[in-house]
């Protein structure tokens, strides 16, 4: 092989490195915007998941305050249905009271006429004694 045939041979070889590396280059080009674009994706990953954090971190601070009302609502509710029991206890003694009362008027719409009829009588004995000490005073 010639000196000219070998400087051929190398200038080709040479050349085909050029174009490989052309293509490398192009490809690492590719490569960086690829990777500036994940970067950029993941900027927007990261804000989004920092927004879905504070809503999350919301969310709890609200469903704490539910469930700090709902024990609220909880023990007002025992303090009311506490409270019915009572005053269920409180009308079962008033009615046994006014079944008392009743009883109690019903017999003394019994005892009316005859006590009507003593008090008849004693305005009579009063009105007897008196003319009996007009006779004796006279």
């Known amino acids: 092989m010639t ?3 070998l400087l051929e041979v190398i200038l080709k070889r040479v050349e ?3 174009t ?3 293509t490398t280059d192009e490809s690492m080009a ?3 915007t ?3 674009t994940l970067d950029a994706n993941m900027v927007t990953v990261n804000t989004k998941l920092t927004t879905l954090d504070e809503k ?3 969310l709890d601070e609200k469903v704490t305050t539910l469930d700090e009302k709902v024990t609220s609502m909880d023990t007002k509710l025992d303090a009311v249905t506490q ?3 009572r005053n269920s206890e409180d009308i079962a003694t008033l009615r046994t009271t006014l079944d008392t009362v009743a009883v109690q008027t019903a017999q003394n719409a019994e005892l009316q006429p005859s006590l009507d009829s003593a008090v008849a009588k004693i305005a009579e004995l009063e ?3 008196k003319i009996v000490k007009r006779l004796i005073s006279s």
Do not use: C, P, S
Request: hydrophobic content about 50%; proline content about 0%.
């Open 127 to 129: 009105t007897d004694m």
């Open 34 to 36: 690829k990777i500036a």
């Open 16 to 18: 085909a490195i050029d």
């Open 30 to 32: 590719m490569m960086n």
């Open 56 to 58: 999350v971190t919301t």
């Open 3 to 5: 000196d000219r045939e």
């Open 83 to 85: 409270q019915v029991v």
């Open 20 to 22: 490989k590396l052309i």
